[in-house]
Structure formats: structure tokens, C-alpha cells
């Protein structure tokens, strides 16, 4: 096979200085000169990142002779025009140890390609090479890779040449280095492997186990017959003291995660009716949301976000479905497949439904504004965010139960909003085409068979709550509110700082509003009694509502005192619960909906 015309190498040259020397080559450069970049956002997180700041040095040469370079904006660089090869060779610092970077140190390395790998300006549709090189010396010789890449040539341990059909290709694939451990099941007969970095001691088999069962009813929901769109699948897991987090792509995910959310050794293959731990039903959510990804985002695509531009922003008002309805579907597979019984779920649905309802900000604004401001409100929170802003993730999971529900009593639970992700999976993910908002209307309307615009202009583009109280009531569920704690409401969120108490948070139209206390407010006494973080809850008991009460605060060093006067305890605790017994039809809807356990 002939060479590409562009190849890539990479080398973790300084591990301890978290340094990658990046080489390419260009074989056919523009002779007006060459121009280069870097994305300023990573595929699936919707913040400006401007990954070209981690460049530390970048050079260019032809024949041997130094070429000059041109800085044209933040992340954009142009060679001097040369005729024939030209080879840029430049420093990446790496040292940022979350799913959307890069990072290397000592113990492994890993990276996403947009965080290292220059675009070549007008051949980023051409096939590229890509050399992956291990770390010299003693102490790397049992590193290994991890990548999707496809492969070209590679040694035993993974380093070698890779290829990509074109440079989006090339960053939709990260790669791992190190020690890994490496966990091998096949669901519906394709490969599924999980390298597994940091130091833990876990059950392999029952993780394994686990995953498998999610993944293959993630296939199956799209595709009955069992056939998936990849022909394997990397789960590229960092276990670290406490982290959590997730990238999807197309072939593979980059995950983080706690080192107690995995299944300790003593925690045996799951069988029905032992409740997981938090920790690992939280992984488990994850694993099973950046799966459904691989369909719902990475196949089936929203048309606003197919121009691929990642030099800027690019909108979208649709994330409550790209993101919202995979956060539906994540969960929804646990309870599908028994990994939690009814009641666990319907616990962690109130939770999510608790947590939209407590944000005054969904007032204020839609999921589709929520979706289309991802990049300066969502990714970009402040301690005024739950009064200002709605999260698509969340209040996007609710409209999705409320779809699925709505369309399960209208067909007797003969279809329901898996039908909906079928439809787009066969109109758009296989086609490639764009999904609009008219598009997923009129799918919305097939399965239905009533039009669902005025459930979507008033719950996704206005800001009202989808009837989720009267749509549970049909499956058999209660849905009721209480109070836990029985406290008067001062509507702050208090956060310990050292010995101290601050005000994190002061939610809209609250007594702590009123009373003018503020976020980063350092609270000091409360009727002439000081407030540490040791005894605030005893404090906070002495609380009466209706009351007016002295608070002591400084904010920066001036000292505030101001009277506050809680309001009445809030119910702001969602709570569901299964009625029982219920009828024949019920109890069928029911499990129609979340499996027949
Ligand atoms: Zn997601």
C-alpha cells in the first residue's frame, strides 16, 4: 500500500516533564504556503478549550533547511512556501488528567488527537498515518497501547503505524499507554475490551458481566437482530481516588472514574435482587450512556453540528435529545436488564426529577436555549447557575420519560420512544444525514400517531415542566413531595471551607436572598453565636420559621450583619412510589417499560 501523503508521529519524549514531540509530515504542501491548526473544542464537550496553548515549541524543515512559520491567529500557524516534503516537529504539554485532554506522566500516558495533532489546512480529507511510539528506556518496556486507530503495522504491544480515512477520523480515536489492565468479552459477537489505568484492585469478571448485559441491550434497542454499527468497541477506563467523567466517540470511550465505584472482589456476578452499591451503579450509568452515544450523537447526528468546524463554536438547539435522551436511555437499561429492580430506579428517577424541579433557572430558560448557550452558560457555571440555567442533560431525561410514556399508554405499551431512537437510527444514523427538530417532530408523530409540537413548544423550546405526576400515574407510580429534614428554608447552600462555613450558593426569591447574603459570603455567627464547619447543622437547628434572626457574615473583610427570617420548610424531595396491587393492563404497561422483573 502506497504511503499517505501525511504522517503523523508521536512520542512521549519527557514523561516527567509531561512532554509529547509531535513530527509531521507533509509530503504535498500548499506552495503558498502551508497552514496548520489545532482545534479550539473537543467533539461532544461544548466549551472553547483552545488546545493550541499547550504547544510549547514548534519548528519546520525542508531538506534539512529550518522553514519559517507564521503565527496567523491563536491556534493557526503558516509555513513559508517550500516545494516538496515539509516537516514540522513541535512540543505538547499534557497535564491535564480528564477524558478531554491530554496527559503523561511516569506511570501512563494518554491523549486525544485534537490535543496533539495539527489539521493540514486543505488536506484534512485525505487518509493519514499515524506512528505511535513508546517512551525510551527501561522503565517503559512494558508499555503497551490501547487505541481503536485502525492499524497498519504494530508491534506485539500495540506501537506501530495506524491509519485514518481523514483528520476527524484521526482525533475520534484516543489512545491510551501504560500498564493497563486489559479486560476482553464480546457482546453479539463483536470484540468489546476495557483497559483498565491506575492502581485498583477489583472484580474483573463481574465488571465484565455487568457491562456486557448493558451493551448488548444498547444493540438491541437499535438494532433487534443484534448487529452493531462497529466491529469493536474500547472502553479506555483512568481509575483515580475520586473523579468522574466521560467522552464519547465513535469506536470507543474515555471514561474516569472513582476507584471505589468499581465492584470490589466480594461483590459477585450480579444476581437479581442484590442493590448495587452507589458508586458502581453510577459507573454503570456512565459506561451505559457514553455506549448509547456511539449511536445517539456519533451516528445520528443533529444537521447543526455536522459542519464539523472546530475553530469555533458551532449551535445546536437540539443537546436535550443528543444528551438528554441518552441520559434516559442509561439508566433505563440498568432497570431493563435487572441490574436494579424497579424501585431503585424509580429512587434515582425522583432524584433527577427532585434536582430539575430545585433549579428556579427553568423558569428562565428552555432546553433548546439551554442546548444552544451550552458554551457560555452549561460548561460555564456559576454559583448563579441553578437560578439562571436548566440542564439539558437532566430536564432532557424527563422529556424523554415523559415521550416514552406518553407514547407507551397511547399504544398499550406496544411501542414507546426506543421505536422514536429506531427511526432515527435508519433515517439518519445510517443515511448520514443531518437530524433537525422538523425531522424528529414528524418521527415523534409516526410513533405516536398525534402530533407531540405543542408538548415540544411548551416543555422543550418554553419552559414548562412536563405532567410527569399524571403520565407516572397511568404506569401505577405515586408521585408526591416531602420535606426530609423538617428545616425552616433559608434557601442557601452552605459548603465547609477549612474550619469555616460559606455561602456556595443563594437560590432566587429565598429568605438568605431578601436577607441580602451572597455567594462567597463567609458566615460567621448566627444570633451572636459563631458558626464553624463543625457545628453548623446544630446551628442551623436553632432556626425558627417566621422568625428574624441575626446573621454575622464577612464578605471579603468587611464584616455584614443582616436579619434573615426563614420561610416555611420546603417539600422539595421527589418521591415515587409503586402502588400496588394494580391492574392487569398497569402491571403490563409497567414492565412494558422497565422489564418484566
Ligand atoms: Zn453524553
Not at 69 to 93: E, I, M, N, S
Not at 497 to 523: C, F, N, T
Request: charged share 20%; net charge negative; aromatic share 8%.
Amino acid at each position: 500500500m502506497a504511503r499517505c501523503s501525511v504522517r503523523y508521529s508521536i512520542c512521549p519524549v519527557l514523561p516527567e516533564a509531561h512532554q509529547y514531540e509531535v513530527c509531521l509530515t507533509v509530503e504535498r504542501p500548499d506552495p503558498e504556503g502551508q497552514c496548520f491548526d489545532l482545534p479550539a473544542w473537543i467533539p461532544g464537550s461544548y466549551m472553547i478549550r483552545e488546545f493550541a496553548r499547550h504547544i510549547m515549541s514548534i519548528r519546520a524543515e525542508h531538506k534539512g533547511q529550518a522553514v519559517a512559520l507564521h503565527k496567523l491567529d491563536k491556534h493557526t500557524w503558516q509555513a513559508a512556501p517550500v516545494k516538496g516534503t515539509l516537516t514540522l516537529t513541535y512540543r505538547v504539554y499534557a497535564w491535564d488528567l480528564s477524558v478531554r485532554g491530554a496527559h503523561l506522566d511516569q506511570s501512563h500516558a494518554f491523549f486525544n488527537g485534537s490535543s496533539v495533532f495539527l489539521r493540514v489546512l486543505g488536506q484534512d480529507d485525505e487518509p493519514c498515518s499515524v506512528t505511535i511510539q513508546l517512551p525510551q528506556g527501561a522503565d517503559y518496556r512494558a508499555w503497551r497501547v490501547a487505541t481503536t486507530l485502525p492499524v497498519q503495522k504494530v508491534r506485539s504491544n500495540g506501537s506501530g503505524e495506524y491509519l485514518a480515512a481523514h483528520y476527524l477520523q484521526l482525533i475520534d480515536h484516543p489512545v491510551e499507554m501504560g500498564q493497563f489492565q486489559w479486560l476482553e468479552f464480546e457482546v453479539c459477537g463483536v470484540p468489546h475490551a476495557i483497559a483498565v489505568t491506575g492502581r485498583v484492585e477489583f472484580n474483573a469478571e463481574r465488571l465484565c458481566a455487568d457491562v456486557q448485559r448493558i451493551c448488548e441491550a444498547q444493540i438491541r434497542l437499535f438494532e433487534p437482530n443484534g448487529e452493531a454499527p462497529f466491529s469493536r468497541y474500547l472502553f479506555l477506563l483512568t481509575v483515580v481516588g475520586d473523579g468522574y467523567g466521560g467522552l464519547e466517540h465513535c469506536d470507543s470511550t474515555a471514561l474516569i472514574c472513582g476507584r471505589d465505584d468499581l465492584p470490589r472482589h466480594d461483590e459477585m456476578v450480579s444476581t437479581h435482587g442484590q442493590p448495587l452499591r452507589e458508586g458502581y451503579r453510577t459507573l454503570l450509568g456512565l459506561i451505559s450512556h457514553e455506549y448509547f452515544h456511539a449511536w445517539n450523537v456519533k451516528r445520528i447526528r443533529p444537521l447543526d453540528l455536522m459542519q464539523d468546524d472546530l475553530s469555533e463554536e458551532n449551535y445546536t438547539r437540539l443537546l436535550w435529545v443528543f444528551e438528554g435522551f441518552t441520559s434516559y436511555f442509561d439508566d433505563l437499561a440498568l432497570v431493563r436488564t435487572g441490574l436494579v429492580t424497579h424501585d431503585e430506579y424509580l429512587t434515582m428517577l425522583a432524584r433527577t426529577i427532585s434536582g430539575v424541579w430545585r433549579g428556579a433557572g427553568r423558569h428562565l430558560q428552555s432546553v433548546a436555549e439551554s442546548s444552544f448557550d451550552a458554551w457560555i452558560k452549561y460548561y460555564r457555571q456559576d454559583e448563579n447557575a441553578p437560578n439562571a440555567i436548566v440542564s439539558y442533560y437532566t430536564k432532557g431525561s424527563l422529556i424523554a420519560l415523559a415521550m416514552d410514556l406518553m407514547i407507551r399508554r397511547k399504544s398499550l405499551g406496544e411501542q414507546g420512544l426506543e421505536d422514536v431512537m429506531r427511526q432515527l437510527w435508519q433515517n439518519f444514523g445510517q443515511t448520514g444525514q443531518g437530524v433537525t427538530e422538523d425531522a424528529l417532530l414528524q418521527i415523534l408523530q409516526d410513533v405516536h400517531g398525534d402530533s407531540m409540537a405543542e408538548f415540544v413548544a411548551t416543555c422543550v423550546n418554553s419552559c414548562e415542566d412536563p405532567p410527569l405526576a399524571e403520565l407516572l400515574f397511568n404506569f401505577g407510580i405515586e408521585m408526591s413531595w416531602r420535606n426530609s429534614d423538617r428545616m425552616p428554608w433559608l434557601g442557601c447552600k452552605l459548603v465547609a471551607d477549612g474550619a469555616e462555613v460559606k455561602i456556595a450558593q443563594v437560590m432566587s426569591g429565598s429568605p438568605a436572598e431578601r436577607a441580602g447574603l451572597s455567594a462567597g459570603d463567609m458566615l460567621v455567627a448566627l444570633d451572636g453565636l459563631r458558626v464553624t464547619a463543625n457545628n453548623q447543622e446544630k446551628a442551623l437547628m436553632r432556626l425558627r420559621e417566621g422568625q428574624l434572626h441575626q446573621v454575622h457574615a464577612f464578605r471579603r473583610d468587611e464584616l455584614l450583619c443582616v436579619d434573615v427570617v426563614p420561610d416555611a420548610p420546603k417539600a422539595e424531595q421527589c418521591v415515587l412510589s409503586l402502588r400496588s396491587p394494580v391492574d392487569l393492563p398497569i402491571r403490563k404497561l409497567r414492565q412494558a417499560w422497565m422489564g418484566a422483573h
